[in-house]
């Protein structure tokens, strides 16, 4: 479709028409020279813009879902801004909903101090890399004291913690509200079949 090249590598726009929708997509690779060698560097969609990542559930309250929606955006052109916002996220859910609170205020034993009092579901525990998370905010005191600060993070350090909000946001508002649900239904169901038919 076009293409551009400069002293940093030859940028290469394609557009096709996706198979499932119908609809333009535009896809920008990048290739550079190695030993004389053309090699891909990057690969990415351009149009529309993506996440790669499930829609947030709508039983999510509206002030984690907002910051969550956030790092998930963000996450395809900076990690950095991304794990800033979902820690930020994850602090804020730690804090509010599960009502933990430090003496340090880091978000590392924020993680560590609501795994002991239980408030993290084992099988949470058991599906994240628990050690991953924590092993990355290690790695880097500084954003373990200000959740929020946009730094360089380890690899797949916002994908870690993205994952771990996701399996949050399901063992506490969604499974939560849809066995609200179906107790109710339930519940309509077991009235009416109480309720003596009409004359």
């Known amino acids: 479709m076009g293409q551009l090249n400069t002293a940093t590598g030859v940028y290469e726009i394609e557009g096709r028409i996706c198979s499932g929708c119908n609809m333009p997509t535009l896809e920008l690779t990048i290739h550079g020279s190695k030993l004389g060698y053309s090699v891909l560097r990057e690969r990415r969609m351009i149009y529309p813009h993506g996440t790669g990542r499930a829609p947030c559930p709508s039983e999510v309250p509206e002030e984690y879902k907002r910051i969550y929606e956030q790092a998930c955006a963000v996450l395809p052109e900076s990690a950095e801004a991304s794990a800033a916002l979902a820690r930020r996220c994850l602090q804020h859910l ?106």
């Open 94 to 199: 730690l804090r509010k909903h599960l009502e933990i609170k430090t003496k340090s205020g880091r978000l590392a034993d924020e993680i560590r101090e609501a795994i002991a009092a239980h408030k993290i579901p084992s099988q949470v525990i058991e599906i994240i890399d628990m050690g991953r998370v924590l092993g990355n905010l290690g790695a880097h005191p500084e954003q373990d004291q200000r959740s929020g600060e946009i730094i360089d993070v380890q690899p797949g350090e916002a994908e870690s913690v993205l994952d771990l909000l996701e399996e949050l946001f399901e063992s506490y508002f969604v499974r939560p509200a849809t066995m609200k649900r179906k107790k109710e239904s339930l519940n309509a169901r077991l009235a009416e079949a109480r309720t003596p038919p009409k004359p």
